[in-house]
T-cell receptor, first 116, second 115 residues
Framework: DQQVKQNSPSLSVQEGRISILNCDYT??????FLWYKKYPAEGPTFLIS???IKDKNEDGRFTVFLNKSAKHLSLHIVPSQPGDSAVYFC??????WGGGGNKLTFGTGTQLKVEL | GAVVSQHPSWVICKSGTSVKIECRSLDFQATTMFWYRQFPKQSLMLMATSNEGSKATYEQGVEKDKFLINHASLTLSTLTVTSAHPEDSSFYIC???????????FGPGTRLTVT
């Protein structure tokens, strides 16, 4: 079963506008969330993360929002740039996984295209 | 920043043969390494967690006898796909972390094609 879902497989945004990528999860044990950016035939690159004790984390153009009650997080990119075009994955982790504390469950990804 | 390499970047092999993929942490010691596979337009699926010096922990549904993982040192883990079949064709990605709670750093991936 897909515990982390990204329901939009693709998103197209104009340069300079805001990109909003969404992610939903079902496992209430998840308490740490991450966003990764991935180009074809490359490994994911870490973007930003958030702990469940927070509802917002910001790093430059990237902001992640977490709504625990809705089991929903989103990544905002503003302003969007053509170089942001890539596949974005959200991932979740549960600190209670003991030895596998870093074990990540990934969403299905959203292809972002930023157009000129 | 932390760098993780994978070798080879792509490999084509015949059905029935075995293929070894290496994952190295170049500038840090990785107490834990993870192996993922990704099918086209799908999510990264965790296959196994590998701690240095101990047996790998496989996720449900992953055949441990088919996907042999060895984590012999703090900078190297290997994944061997034994008796490969066309359905094993996929993109295999490793990640490494210096410790529990620390960030995972991903390798560039290995494209395996079994003919």
């Amino acid at each position: 079963d897909q515990q982390v879902k990204q329901n939009s497989p693709s998103l197209s945004v104009q340069e300079g506008r805001i990109s909003i990528l969404n992610c939903d999860y079902t496992n209430s044990m998840f308490d740490y969330f991450l966003w990764y950016k991935k180009y074809p035939a490359e490994g994911p690159t870490f973007l930003i993360s958030i702990s469940s004790i927070k509802d917002k984390n910001e790093d430059g153009r990237f902001t992640v929002f977490l709504n625990k009650s809705a089991k929903h997080l989103s990544l905002h990119i503003v302003p969007s740039q053509p170089g942001d075009s890539a596949v974005y994955f959200c991932a979740a982790s549960a600190s209670s996984w003991g030895g596998g504390g870093n074990k990540l469950t990934f969403g299905t990804g959203t292809q972002l295209k930023v157009e000129l | 920043g932390a760098v993780v390499s994978q070798h080879p970047s792509w490999v084509i092999c015949k059905s029935g043969t075995s293929v070894k993929i290496e994952c190295r942490s170049l500038d840090f010691q990785a107490t834990t390494m993870f192996w993922y596979r990704q099918f086209p337009k799908q999510s990264l699926m965790l296959m196994a967690t590998s701690n240095e010096g101990s047996k790998a922990t496989y996720e449900q549904g992953v055949e441990k006898d088919k996907f042999l993982i060895n984590h012999a040192s703090l900078t190297l883990s290997t994944l061997t796909v034994t008796s490969a079949h066309p359905e094993d064709s996929s993109f295999y990605i490793c990640s490494a972390t210096p410790g529990q709670g620390a960030q995972q750093y991903f390798g560039p991936g290995t494209r395996l094609t079994v003919t």
